[in-house]
């Protein structure tokens, strides 16, 4: 005989991919402001050091700002927001995650009709409904 106290939970989890174009960019920039310090500097290489490094936290911190203010994520610039395919893709497996959790209960002798189940299921990507 089963307790009252059974909780069955899934949850599902983007693994967050860096956007490398951005990263190319930032390392871009860098490099021509380090190159561009030591070529009117005394001790080239620290000032090419100090441009290159100067460079990515200086665009990196406008980039993070810019993320928090116009998409309201610090992130938004840096890693590469999923498109529609790929939340149809997700929302596809969650519900059928769902139904398996759903369908192995009941083949454990567990009646789903007496769970409190997630009745509507909704997907969405950040900022729009799907």
Same mark, same amino acid.
């Given at each position: ?8 939970? %899934?949850?599902?989890? =983007? ?8 990263? %190319?960019?930032?390392?871009? =920039?860098?490099? /021509? ?14 000032? /090419? /050091?100090?441009?290159? /490094?100067?460079?990515?936290? +200086?665009? @990196?911190?406008?980039? +993070? +700002? ?13 890693? =590469? ?12 497996? @969650?519900?059928?995650?769902?139904? @398996? ?13 007496? +769970? ?10 950040k900022g729009n409904k799907v």
């Amino acid at each position: 005989e089963h307790g009252k106290d059974l909780y069955a939970s %899934w949850r599902t989890f =983007i693994r967050p991919v860096l956007n490398t174009i951005v990263l %190319w960019i930032i390392g871009g =920039i860098s490099l /021509f402001l380090g190159v561009m310090s030591s070529s009117t500097s005394r001790n080239p290489g620290e000032a /090419f /050091f100090g441009g290159l /490094f100067g460079g990515v936290i +200086l665009i @990196s911190l406008l980039m +993070l +700002l810019a993320g928090h203010y116009i998409k309201g994520d610090l992130l938004a610039f840096f890693l =590469i927001e999923p498109n529609y395919f790929d939340v149809d893709d997700i929302i596809a497996m @969650s519900v059928s995650v769902h139904y @398996s959790v759903q369908r192995a209960l009941d083949k454990a002798g567990i009646d789903t009709a007496k +769970l409190r189940l997630k009745r509507d299921f909704k997907g969405s990507r950040k900022g729009n409904k799907v």
